[in-house]
């Protein structure tokens, strides 16, 4: 009796005591993410100015706007630049050297400059629910919302770029993870893994994006500069040249987990808007998605379409196509282990397990009782033997034996 | 006919309200992972009923636990060590499900305080009580708050992992819910079973009727069990 105690006790342990702890290891994870504030050194300052995207005209500006050409270099602008984009801007395509009060070169009716290049984002940003309001700026001057106010003017970066586009919305629209959690079941989860846009666009096109993901860094991996990988070991992988199956996406996965130490590497699952254009088409909260059934069932919109991303050194993501059913095999059970929306993407296996399960369980009872049926004189007979057998071979005598044999 | 009490009042309020519970979590997990396919409440619904049910659930599982814990009918669930022996109890038990019962044979496990069990439902229960149960417990807590415990979600290796255990549990679960009532019916009467669940006692047929192949020096015929309890 002792050991079945302890066995208990033990058990109870090892169950219970991990979820306890669990709180305590979360905290961790923050602390991590503030550190990326540092000054350059003049030796860096100076690789900066001589690696720069800039003509040397442009590099004057630098003189004295030191700060800005440091955010400058560090955005996607710089750096399409440096690998051969020259309709990417430089200082002088949104200022101009005369213009001294030339704070806000964009212009909220046309979007100048941006829209020179991003013009079908840029219509699509014209009707919606954003470049209606006007906003303050530093100086506490309105002005009517614009790329910028999201984008940033000189650090621009690519729009997959960590969270950098969610923290811009969540630093106007303060306390929306409270308002959510007021209907929204596991609001934080879906904050993390489902972009504002794909429900607050209802218009646009929704996808999956399984990101590769560094578990140890605890960030998405970034390609070496000058080392592409991904899309020559994607391709390696898939065989038919029709996107990866969920056997090629394990067998992609392992190689990078070769490079980065055994289970380093996992894919973190993203639900998002499938274009940037769509991205832009914000409605009013009204209107935005938010019937569960809209995503949480087989079959469902944003579940067919399915990329596997890395980030480029820039920021920008590379994409390579995946079959939808990397999210319902149960091959995919390790690889697309990071991602699961309920209902959604199930295992299909499953399913087959829980009808033979019912089914078993339904026709085992009915198949009892029927032969129960079939032979009941056999069955009464020999329960009236055995009642004699060990009564000392009596006949049943009274009522109570009798109904006992029955 | 005699009478004997084998159901504690505190493993019958647990064995109620676990059925209640076992029932809505079937359902309303059915609900959750085939929304479109099945439209009995809303999704949303069901994911709140589900998580307060199984909280729920979850405080009854130590009404249970505790009771045996502190209770020397512990005994009940104490495993048969001697494999052999297990093995031919289990088989004498199946066959007698399988066949005997179709000749009218008598059934080969006789009813005590401390061996309410055959010696099928025995390792059955073990492995249901504590093993999966407890992980069904533990899955569904680490799914209802994913980002609390993701340290341990991911140790795991990641929410589809913790899922399909869960979902696999839910499945034998969902067998067992058929298999379990009916087995229930299976005593000297149909409802001998599902009465003692309500009242505690189980009546056991006339003393004449206790058969078995009997161990070498046991007084009783009946092998594996201990001499009767009477009803107090």
Redesign the interface.
């Known amino acids: 009796?002792k050991y079945?105690?302890l066995?208990?006790?033990l058990?109870?342990i090892v169950?219970g005591m991990?979820?306890l702890a669990?709180?305590n290891?979360?905290s961790k994870e923050d602390e991590t993410v503030s550190e990326e504030e540092e000054t350059l050194s003049e030796a860096e300052f100076a690789l900066l100015v001589a690696e720069s995207a800039l003509s040397k005209n442009d590099r004057k500006c630098l003189r004295c706007h030191d700060e800005e050409f440091i955010q400058y270099e560090s955005g996607i602008h710089a750096s399409v630049r440096r690998q051969g984009n020259t309709e990417a801007p430089v200082c002088t395509d949104c200022h101009t050297t005369h213009r001294v009060r030339g704070k806000l070169p964009y212009k909220s009716a046309t979007g100048a400059p941006c829209s020179k290049c991003h013009d079908a984002i840029f219509e699509a940003y014209a009707v919606s629910v954003h470049s209606q309001i006007r906003v303050k700026d530093d100086e506490d001057d309105a002005h009517v919302l614009g790329c910028p106010d999201c984008h940033r003017s000189h650090d621009v970066t690519a729009a997959a770029t960590e969270n950098q586009l969610k923290e811009s919305c969540l630093a106007c629209h303060e306390g929306v993870l409270l308002a959510h959690e007021e209907?929204l079941?596991?609001a934080?989860?879906h904050f993390?893994a489902v972009s504002c846009p794909a429900c607050h666009a209802p218009a646009a096109q929704r996808k999956v994006d399984l990101r590769l993901y560094d578990?140890a860094a605890k960030k998405r991996i970034r390609e070496k500069e000058g080392v592409p990988q991904f899309e020559s070991r994607a391709r390696a992988v898939d065989l038919e040249g029709k996107g990866l199956s969920a056997l090629a996406l394990q067998s992609l996965l392992r190689e990078f987990n070769r490079d980065g130490g055994e289970g380093n590497t996992?894919l973190r699952g993203r639900l998002e808007v499938s274009t940037g254009v769509g991205s832009h088409q914000l409605t009013d909260k009204g209107r935005a998605i938010r019937e569960?059934?809209y995503c949480?069932?087989?079959?469902a919109d944003p579940f067919q379409s399915v990329t596997i991303s890395i980030a480029r050194p820039d920021g920008r993501l590379l994409r390579y196509d995946a079959h939808t059913d990397v999210l319902s095999s149960a091959v995919?059970?390790?690889s697309?282990?990071?991602?699961?929306a309920?209902?959604a993407?199930?295992?299909k296996l499953?399913d087959d397990?829980?009808i033979l399960?019912?089914a078993?369980?339904?026709s085992?009872?009915i198949g009892?009782?029927t032969?129960?049926w079939l032979?009941r004189r056999?069955?009464?007979?020999?329960?009236?033997?055995?009642?004699m057998e060990?009564?000392?071979d009596k006949p049943p005598s009274s009522p109570?034996?009798r109904s006992?044999a029955e | 006919m005699q009478k004997i009490y084998i159901h504690p009042l505190p493993v019958r309020i647990w064995h109620w309200i676990n059925a209640c519970g076992f029932i809505a979590m079937l359902i309303t997990g059915v609900q959750i992972r085939y929304v479109g396919q099945i439209d009995l409440m809303a999704f949303r619904n069901a994911v709140i009923l589900h998580n307060w049910v199984g909280f729920v659930l979850i405080g009854n599982f130590f009404i249970w636990f505790l009771y045996y814990l502190f209770s020397d009918k512990i005994k009940v669930y104490h495993p048969e060590l001697n494999p052999v022996k297990h093995y031919r109890d289990s088989l004498r038990q199946l066959v007698y499900y399988g066949y005997g019962i179709f000749k009218g044979d008598p059934n080969p496990h006789h009813v005590s305080a401390y061996h309410k069990f055959n010696p099928m439902q025995s390792v059955s229960y073990q492995i249901i009580m504590l093993l999966l149960v407890p992980i069904q417990f533990f899955t569904g807590l680490l799914l209802w708050d994913i980002q609390r415990f993701s340290t341990m979600v991911e140790l795991f290796g990641g929410v589809r992992v913790v899922d399909t255990v869960h979902v696999l549990i839910f499945i034998v679960f969902a067998g067992f819910i058929f298999i379990h009532p009916y087995l229930a019916t299976l005593g000297h009467t149909p409802t001998a079973h599902i009465k003692a669940m309500f009242t505690g006692y189980e009546e056991i047929e006339d003393a004449a009727r206790i058969t078995g192949e009997g161990e070498p020096g046991n007084p009783f015929k009946g092998s594996n069990r201990e001499p009767l309890d009477r009803s107090p």
């Not at chain 1, 007979?381 to 055995?386: A, C, L």
């Open positions: 009796m079945t105690k066995i208990a006790l058990l109870f169950v991990p979820v669990a709180d290891t979360l209907w079941p596991n934080g989860l993390e578990n996992s569960c059934e949480h069932q087989k079959g995919s059970i390790d697309v282990g990071g991602f699961y309920i209902g993407t199930r295992i499953l397990l829980l399960s019912v078993g369980g339904i085992l009872p009892h009782t032969v129960k032979v056999r069955r009464r007979r020999g329960e009236v033997q055995g009642g060990h009564s000392g109570d034996d006992a």
